[in-house]
Every structure is written in structure tokens, then in C-alpha cells.
């Protein structure tokens, strides 16, 4: 009997030394619910800014956003004390809106809200100071839309697909030149999509999911925005096609939460409980622990080695739960071979501008960056604009400061020189 207990333990060591892998593949992440959100709410808009999780808006009291009662709260969740507070409420009322993050802002974009029983899409973006807990108005979409995706990068905002006034559901894509208050419309996403989303990740843009019409057809594709060339490359499909699924990134990849299954129809169609991970280095999609129960029109966010899963439906009411899944103690997954990183699609440029007091000013900038310079240098010359123009210094004397910026004034401009490199 020992020594067969002896012959059990030395191949249970020699399959462990075989194969490594299947040790690993035991370790299991698991979903676990933390503090309710204060009201529950489908169709509402997430952002993360230094570790603090904010909810805007979303609807309550139903199945779906769009039947729902549009809501203007603003939540903050503290994952360190698992708390929830109520913060000072958006200026408009509105579900089904995008998000994203610029210098400890964050810009609330488009939606849907109600008037006179009727449901109406919104131009609005209102911009949350989470330092002051107040909010500003900025110049609005030129195509008012809801569910639309949105994702930030070097100062602009991209915005694509999701449905208009109409009920139509668009390819346009604009983007919004933060320093300028100014939208540009750019080249059409590949397809018409409601309910995508958005997200950038190590300088790139993916674009992926929603539907291509309320009565037929759910989109998996996976496309990466090329700045320099305003043009989109399929790149891979999602396992399962989805819309209005829930999506952060974590360690360089991006996740996939929940939404409505893959059906011929978003207006007969289910919430899912899958999870996938996409990873723009390898171009490859793997599955992921599946959520505990099903949601669609979730909002996610990453803080601090665990993701969150925030509100949403089951296909029959309106969620305030909430639950985390956490990587603390556990090794990130990272590409079996070093992939070498792509040279970046962006150029750089040494922009000099000489001033009429004789002074010049040098700034090593992304082509992106100078070509807003030159747009806003060119509009103040048609005689509209802002009298000053703020150029970023990024990491260059920042000294103790946390960010420095050089205003240049439109009448002390004697001319400037742009040598790209």
C-alpha cells in the first residue's frame, strides 16, 4: 500500500513537470459582489480617475435604457473603503452616453433622454471636474447620437457609430480637439453600429461589437483606428458577437462583459454572462471567467489589479448590483514569445515659434499636436478663435509640478517652423 502511495505521488510530480500549464490553468479568478450602487440603473456612463469609479446617468425602473426613466446622478465608488457618495448631478438628464478621460476630467458624451413621452438623442457634452466636483458645457457633436463608442488620445476625442435622431443607425465618426473646443468630421467607421464600444490602448484605438440594425444582425469585428491615415483595420472577431456589453482594459488587453447575445435581432434577443479577452499585441481573442449571472448595459471600470462590473439589466429589470474580479496575487497574462513593438503610426515634430519680442520657442511635439496648433493659429487668422493657444510641455522641465503648459498669445506670433521627424 506505500508503495503504491509512493508510485501515485511520483507521477502526480512527473504530469506537474510535464505539463506545467494545467497546474496553472487550476488557479480560477473568481467574481465576488461588493457595496450595491445607490440606485439601480441601466444605460449610465463610467469613468475611472486616480483609483475613484464615477457613474453618470442611466435609466431606472425598467428592462432597457431606452424605456426606462433617464437619470442626471453622479456616483463616485471608493474600491479602498467600498463606499458609495452621491456627487454634484449632471447639468442634462440622459442614458446611453459615452465616456472618456482627459487630465482628471471626464467628458460625457451624446445619449438619449425623454420630453413629452418621446425619446430624443443628444449633441451635449458636459465635461465632470472630479478635482471640483463641478461641471462645464462644451461645444456639442454635429451629429447628436446614443450608444456611440468614444475613445481619447494626445488630446482628441473620437466618437463613432450609434444611432441618431432618427432612430438611424450611423457610421459617422467625429473628433473633438480638446485645446480648440473644436469637432472635425472624420472618414466613416467601416459599418453602422449601435451599442459598440471603445477604448485606446498603448497609443492605438480598437473599435468592436454593437449592432448593425434594431431588426437583424450583432457585430463581433474588432477594428484599430489609424490616426495618421483616418482609416480602420479589421483586425479580428470576438467569439461571440455582442452589443451593449460592458469593456475595460487591464494589463494591456481589453475585456469583454456581458451584452446581449449573438442573435438576428437587438429587439429579440438576451443578456449574456460571457466573458473575452482580446489582446491587441497578439491579435488574439480568449475566453474568460463567465460573469455570475447575465447583464447587457453594464458600465465596467479597472482600478488597482481588479475590474468591476457596474449595474445594467438581466432582460427583465434594472441592476444596482455590483461585483469585482480581482488579479491581486496572481501573475498577468503575457504573450508566450515578446512580440517587438510597433514603431508608432504617429510623427513627431520640433515646432519653433518665433515671437515679435525676438524670443523663440522650441516644443518636441506629436504632428497631431502641431496640426491643432496650426488650426487654431489659422482660424484666430480668419478672426475667430481664442486669443491663446496652451501647448502641453509634457515631461520636458516639469520639475515638481504636475503639468506645465506654454500659452502663446495670436498677436505676439512674428511665424513658427514645423521640421518633422
Do not use: C
Amino acid at each position: 500500500m506505500k508503495r503504491a502511495i509512493q508510485s501515485l505521488l511520483a507521477l502526480s510530480i512527473f504530469l506537474i513537470i510535464l505539463f506545467p500549464g494545467h497546474a496553472k490553468a487550476a488557479e480560477t479568478n473568481e467574481w465576488v459582489s461588493v457595496n450595491d450602487l445607490p440606485d439601480a440603473r441601466t444605460g449610465a456612463a463610467t469613468a475611472e480617475v486616480d483609483g475613484i469609479i464615477y457613474v453618470f446617468g442611466g435609466s431606472a425602473s425598467s428592462d432597457q435604457a431606452a424605456t426606462g426613466a433617464k437619470q442626471n446622478t453622479t456616483f463616485a465608488y471608493d474600491p479602498v473603503t467600498n463606499k458609495w457618495v452621491q456627487k454634484v448631478n449632471m447639468p442634462t438628464t440622459r442614458a446611453a452616453a459615452s465616456t472618456v478621460v482627459y487630465e482628471k476630467k471626464v467628458y460625457v458624451i451624446g445619449g438619449y433622454y425623454d420630453s413629452n413621452k418621446a425619446t430624443y438623442r443628444t449633441n451635449k457634452v458636459e465635461v465632470y471636474d472630479t478635482l471640483t466636483d463641478s461641471w462645464e458645457t462644451v461645444s456639442g457633436l454635429t451629429v447628436a447620437r446614443s450608444w456611440s463608442g468614444a475613445a481619447v488620445l494626445d488630446g482628441i476625442i473620437y466618437v463613432m457609430g450609434g444611432a441618431d435622431n432618427s432612430g438611424k443607425i450611423v457610421s459617422t465618426v467625429e473628433r473633438y480637439d480638446i485645446n480648440n473646443d473644436k469637432w472635425t468630421t472624420l472618414k466613416n467607421f467601416p459599418i453602422a453600429v449601435n451599442g459598440m464600444s471603445a477604448t485606446t490602448v498603448n497609443g492605438k484605438i480598437y473599435a468592436y461589437g454593437g449592432g448593425t440594425s434594431f431588426t437583424s444582425g450583432i457585430s463581433g469585428a474588432i477594428y484599430e483606428y489609424n490616426v495618421a491615415n483616418d482609416a480602420w483595420t479589421r483586425k479580428n472577431n470576438f467569439q461571440t458577437a455582442t452589443a451593449g456589453s460592458a469593456s475595460t482594459v487591464y494589463n494591456g488587453e481589453i475585456y469583454v462583459l456581458g451584452g446581449l447575445a449573438n442573435t438576428t435581432s437587438l429587439q429579440n434577443t438576451t443578456p449574456q454572462s460571457r466573458v473575452e479577452v482580446y489582446n491587441p499585441e497578439t491579435n488574439e481573442v480568449r475566453s474568460f471567467t463567465a460573469l455570475t449571472f447575465v447583464r447587457s448595459q453594464s458600465t465596467a471600470a479597472s482600478v488597482n489589479g481588479e475590474i468591476f462590473i457596474i449595474g445594467g439589466n438581466n432582460g427583465s429589470t434594472t441592476l444596482k448590483t455590483v461585483e469585482k474580479l480581482s488579479f491581486q496575487g496572481k501573475d498577468p497574462v503575457e504573450p508566450e514569445e515578446p512580440i517587438e513593438p510597433e514603431q508608432p503610426s504617429v510623427n513627431r515634430a520640433i515646432l519653433v515659434v518665433a515671437m515679435t519680442t525676438g524670443l523663440e520657442k522650441e516644443f518636441d511635439l506629436s504632428m497631431q499636436e502641431v496640426n491643432s496648433f496650426i488650426d487654431w493659429y489659422e482660424t484666430k487668422q480668419a478672426g475667430s478663435g481664442k486669443a491663446s493657444y496652451a501647448i502641453d510641455k509634457h515631461d520636458n522641465n516639469k520639475g515638481p509640478f504636475k503639468s506645465r503648459k506654454d500659452y502663446i498669445l495670436f498677436d505676439r506670433v512674428l511665424t513658427f517652423e514645423v521640421s518633422e521627424y
